[in-house]
Nanobody, 121 residues
Framework: QVQLVESGGGLVQPGGSQRLSCAAS????????MGWYRQAPGKERELVAI???????HYTDPVKGRFNISRDNAKNTVYLQMNSLKPEDTAVYYC???????????????WGQGTQVTVSS
């Protein structure tokens, strides 16, 4: 089994910063793409940022220049540094990872439980 555990959410004022972490544990052979998604009330879950195993990053347009995704492969952990936060960034943030648990199986997507980020004064 594989588990993703997120941390770092909470309340932050507009213009502030916050760092999310997501650690994967369990029967992990390797991890391909890791990423962050978010879901605001009444909206569908959307991609925020992803990072491949070789470090290639992709961001959704609303967060470009403000958010930075990184990963520590030795720790099976992905981070999301969020700067210049806006009220519209308020959402539950979920981490996602494509995990290979066996040489004979394709990678499978796993999700964290989600962490609330609220941007408000």
């Amino acid at each position: 089994q594989v588990q993703l555990v997120e941390s770092g959410g909470g309340l932050v004022q507009p213009g502030g910063s916050q760092r999310l972490s997501c650690a994967a544990s369990g029967s992990i052979l390797s991890i391909d793409v890791m990423g962050w998604y978010r879901q605001a009330p009444g909206k569908e879950r959307e991609l925020v940022a992803i990072i491949t195993g070789d470090g290639t990053m992709h961001y959704t347009d609303p967060v470009k220049g403000r958010f930075n995704i990184s990963r520590d492969n030795a720790k099976n952990t992905v981070y999301l540094q969020m700067n210049s936060l806006k009220p519209e960034d308020t959402a539950v943030y979920y981490c996602n990872a494509g995990v290979r648990t066996s040489p004979w199986l394709s990678p499978r997507a796993y999700w964290g439980q989600g962490t609330q980020v609220t941007v408000s004064s």
